[in-house]
């Protein structure tokens, strides 16, 4: 019974992420765009289903993984996103300098690439405090890695949403619904968790001598 719920829940995430770039696959659209568009077009759908993982490695949701295994996925599938993002764009510069340069520096006409670009530097500083995760303090880490995380669903999802391109519309509405929300169960169980840590503490503050908690 474990070893079906658990081939039940990774099929589940193979189909949530699958299932969007299979029908982009087979758009109508990709016939009259080259090589180098359709790759950056793709790296981008990747990159949005990877943030899907992200969380739910982080929040220890997928069966079968060890915590370390788990804390290894995550940073392993961090550097997959950036690279992600880096083709995206890169893509999409060699396609098109003038739109990209637009894009960038936020004059855009497009509504969505504001939030791709914001979504792009909060990726990288992401990477940037990962690198420098030792030099800082837990809780300041912790604190801009959650900040930031949000920042990138939030910006992800709205910029995914307001494309009109070649991924289909249910299902690119179905993997955004599921980012936001493996990203909002990861956020309430932290703060519960962190709550019930100081509860904890205390409850112990408050022990009288002798008392065994």
Known sequence: MRSAKVTLIWAALAAAIGVPIAFA????????????????????????????????????????????RLRRAHRWIGSLLVAAIVIHVAGLWITSPPDMADALLFRSPTPFSPFGVIAMWAIFATALIAVLRKRLRLRTWRIAHLSLAVVIVVTSVIHGILIEGTMETMSKFALCALVLAATIKVIADVRVGRKQASLLRADNDCSPPGRVT
């Not at 758009?27 to 992200?54: C, E, H, K, M, N």
């Not at 490695?57 to 993984?65: R, V």
């Open 25 to 68: 696959a087979v758009s109508p659209q990709l016939a009259w765009r080259d090589a180098i568009y359709i790759t950056a077009g793709f790296a981008g759908i990747i990159g949005l289903g990877l943030l899907l993982v992200q969380p739910l490695l982080i929040g220890g949701y997928l069966p079968g993984l060890s915590p370390l």
